[in-house]
């Protein structure tokens, strides 16, 4: 007797489960956003309606986008009932950049472990030399730079070839001023800014050197050292109340007097 292969029902389709996604990936950008741009404080209850009107979905894709960013950390669940932005204190803060920087150099060292050709450092090189080539940090020129420093990081995770290292890096990038695309990073108006910056081309360079010729400890002692850099740049934005003002995620950030000595 032939047997006949059960085949569960479908619910939906293919295209009504990618729009379902477009709506929670809108939604969590969009709130994230809204977040990081100090429109909800901490203690303030985030109103559902008037949210889903603005980020244009509907309440239950927006749900789901609550949940992805009470996972991240961004925000907390109130005893009874909704949601409120989550604060972190400065103490929070450096918490994830050394952890950034540990969880980092554990990638570095594997890229230079794991590394099968000089041929695929390229695309990092390539990264490098735009970084370079930018030699005046202007409005535009600002937001490259931070993309194309951002990717040279992913080129790292990349070579690691460690998903699990990178979904836990993925998660300490989301923190305020954590990620290699802080605006914290390379402010002008820093005082400190024109000797971090050749500090960090001389990481980047001292990086793909010892990925290449895999010097597995001393990439991951180069990345642990250049992740200290945001911290470097982080202290001396806190002594700066105007400066502290334009950068994105400061509102959900305690600072108390004593920190900003």
Sequence with gaps: MRRVAFRAPVSGNGKEHRDSESQVSRATLGLREMLL?????????????PLSAKLGVSRTPLRLAFE??????????????????????????????ETRGVLEGAAARLAAERL??????EPMRKLNRSMEEILEITPESFARYLDLNYSFHLGIMDLANNQVLRRALEQVYKFPFVS???RVLLQKTLPGAKLIRPIA?????????????????????VAREHSRLTRRNLEEALTDRNQLETMPGVHLIKVSNGDRA
């Design 37 to 49: 741009r100090g429109e909800f404080w901490p203690g303030q209850r985030i109103a559902e309606i």
């Design 68 to 97: 992805r960013l009470e996972h991240e950390g961004l925000i907390r669940a109130l005893p009874r009932s909704g949601f409120t932005a989550s604060e972190f204190s400065i103490t929070d803060i450096w918490d994830a950049i």
């Design 116 to 121: 099968s050709s000089p041929v695929q450092l």
């Design 180 to 182: 290699p695309s802080s």
């Design 201 to 221: 081309k001389e990481h980047h360079r001292a990086l793909l050197e010892a990925i290449e010729y895999r010097q597995g400890a001393r990439a991951e002692s």
